[in-house]
Each structure stands twice: as C-alpha cells, then as structure tokens.
C-alpha cells in the first residue's frame, strides 16, 4: 500500500534505508563486526517482523501465497536461468560445474535444504515484502522502487567479496523484485529465490557465495 508520510518521516525513512543497507554491508565488508555475516541477517529480519507488525497499512495476506498462483511461469524462468548458470559455470569456473552434487553430495543436500530456511526466507522479508511496504513512500513509480531493492539486494552480496556474487545478484534482485510487484508473496517469492539459490549451488556458481 502507498504511503502518505511527512518530509520528516521521508528523511527519517531515507537515513534508515541508507543505514541498513549500505552502512551495515559496507561494515561487515571491512569487517568492522567481529560476528558471522549470517547474524545480521537474522536480527534485520527480526527486525523488519517487528515494525510490520505495528505496521497498520500492512497486509498481513502478502505473507501466504496471496496472488502468487501461476507455477508454471515459475518452472519454465527457472529453467532458463539454470541453463544461463550452467553456461556461465562452464566459462567462468569449468572445475566446479556439478561439483557440489557430484562429489560432496551430502554437503549439496544439506544445503538444498538448509538455505531456503536460513538465507531466503529472511533475505525476502527484508528486501522485498518489509523494502515495499517501509520504502514505497521514498520512490514516485513501481519501476523506480523495483531498481532500488534489487540494486539494494545486489549491493548486500559486497560482502561475499567478489564482482560476480553481485552481477548476479543485481540481476536475480531485479527479476524477483518485478515479480514481487505483481502478487506481493512472501511465501511465493521465497519459493522462487530458493529454486533460483539452490540452481546456482547445483550449477556451481555457489564458490562465489560462500561466507567463510
């Protein structure tokens, strides 16, 4: 729901939005928390439940499935994007194509279920259904705010330390931000990222998105 707020509040929103998502991964790239870089994660998610929960302009319907009904546009998107993961394993790093699911099987499998839980459910709590719904007031068009929370969810992935984490991530924050405008779904934009994250473990991609 678009927000009606003050030039005060905006500021206010501005100053939290810049210290959340460039003040907090810039810190963490420069290693200025002495934490694992998972924990932020957990307390931004906790964070962002918090505020919409008091949120009144919130609707709690944009948890579940809400408009989110058609799968197999789902399907076929993912499997162009493992194709693209597949051909850029193969030139960028053709030792790992299929490494995990070939030979650290059981590491691919705890992965494939331990991810979707841990990194995605949270990750989409924060830069989609809680950046929406806090930051709609800061941007004038849906095109303006969906270039905002990708390019905030790509900026996220500095962490990981490498340019191809974030080439990728800018492009996956895009795709899933445009998607999440048309049937605002926690549940279901989760259910996509998760297919798109364990894609790119399967294809070998991964090696760029490890936290140490």
Avoid: C
């Avoid at 003040?23 to 931004?44: E, M, T």
């Avoid at 197999?72 to 850029?88: C, N, Q, T, V």
């Amino acid at each position: 729901m678009k927000q009606t707020i003050t030039f005060k509040g905006k500021l206010l929103r501005w100053i939290e939005l810049i210290a959340l998502f460039v003040g907090i991964p810039i810190a963490y790239y420069y290693d200025l928390f002495p934490f694992h870089k998972i924990i932020p994660l957990i307390i931004g998610a906790v964070y962002a439940i918090a505020l919409l929960i008091f949120d009144k302009s919130f609707n709690r319907q944009e948890i579940g499935l809400n408009g989110f009904k058609k799968f197999r546009p789902m399907l076929i998107r993912s499997a162009g994007i493992f194709l693209i993961l597949i051909i850029a394993t193969w030139l960028i790093v053709p030792d790992q194509l299929f490494f995990l699911p070939q030979q650290a099987t059981w590491l691919w499998v705890v992965i494939m279920l331990m991810y979707p839980v841990w990194s995605v459910i949270p990750q989409e709590l924060i830069y989609r259904t809680f950046f929406f719904q806090r930051y709609s007031a800061l941007f004038q068009t849906n095109t303006s705010m969906i270039i905002a929370s990708g390019v905030a969810f790509s900026f996220m992935h500095i962490i990981f330390e490498n340019m191809v984490a974030m080439v990728f991530s800018l492009a996956a924050g895009i795709i899933l931000s445009v998607i999440y405008s048309r049937h605002r779904s926690l549940l279901g934009i989760s259910l996509e990222h998760a297919i798109y994250g364990n894609l790119v473990f399967t294809a070998g991609l991964g090696t760029f998105f490890y936290i140490n």
